[in-house]
């Protein structure tokens, strides 16, 4: 393994560390942590907080996928399309969403 791609596989490891940490946050204590987020008022903590659950799966399914792409490459392909998913279901749920008081 070279040292850039264990660079790279512990870059990923802690942002998903960070990203799982804040998602606990935002589910145990109810509200969202004082980062700077666009649209603070209209987010929704626990979609917050499983959005961010879901954004730290990525990152150690694509490290896990890196692992095992030389003994089990098609189920590395699995965890990489698995992966995609839960990032893609992880931005939907920490957009902020329009509330019922919007008017056309």
Not at 10 to 35: D, E, I, K, S, W
Not at 65 to 89: E, N, T, Y
Request: charged share 10%; hydrophobic share 50%.
């Amino acid at each position: 393994m070279s040292s850039t791609l264990a660079i790279g596989q512990a870059f990923l490891l802690v942002m998903g560390c960070g990203n799982a940490a804040l998602g606990l946050y935002a589910l145990l204590a109810g509200r969202l942590p004082r980062l700077p987020v666009v649209g603070r008022d209209r987010l929704d903590p626990r979609r917050y907080g499983v959005g961010q659950i879901l954004m730290s799966t990525f990152a150690f399914s694509m490290v896990l996928s890196q692992v095992l792409m030389d003994r089990a490459p098609d189920f590395s392909m699995v965890l990489i399309m698995a992966g995609f998913g839960f990032f893609l279901g992880g931005i939907w749920l920490t957009v902020p969403t329009e509330g019922s008081q919007r008017s056309f």
